[in-house]
């Protein structure tokens, strides 16, 4: 069974800078593609980015082009999502998440199968 453990959730003044973490506690880390999705209260849960297994390969949501950046350490079993400029809007529960197949880079919550419990990301105005 995967698990899935995000870090690195805080309050943060608007404009500020936050990386989250996520841990994968499997063996099988570096053939799946990985994603961070996040849901704000009362919203759906929306995509945000993802990489392919190997990192050669980034896709963002317009919502964050330009100021996040995912990136891994297949080395560490580790997904990192980098934030800058950061908006009140961009207040919400951050979630790591892996694909329900091998190498397929998906970007719909349908596609996956397995989801860490989350982090708090609040950013004051």
């Known amino acids: 069974q995967v698990q899935l453990v995000e870090s690195g959730g805080r309050l943060v003044q608007a404009g500020g800078s936050l990386r989250l973490s996520c841990a994968a506690s499997?063996?099988?880390?570096?053939?799946?593609?990985m994603a961070w999705f996040r849901q704000a209260p009362g919203k759906k849960r929306e995509f945000l980015t993802a990489?392919?297994?190997?990192?050669?390969?980034?896709y963002y949501a317009d919502s964050v082009k330009g100021r996040f950046t995912i990136s891994r350490d297949n080395a560490k079993n580790t997904v990192y999502l980098e934030m800058n400029k950061l908006k009140p809007e961009d207040t919400a529960i951050y979630y790591c998440?892996?694909?329900?197949?091998?190498?397929?880079?998906?970007?719909?919550?349908?596609?996956?199968?397995?989801w860490g419990q989350g982090t708090q990301v609040t950013v004051s105005s």
């Open positions: 998440a892996r694909p329900k197949s091998q190498w397929y880079v998906a970007t719909d919550s349908a596609d996956f199968a397995s």
């Open positions: 499997v063996r099988t880390f570096s053939t799946y593609a």
């Open positions: 990489i392919s297994w190997n990192g050669g390969s980034t």
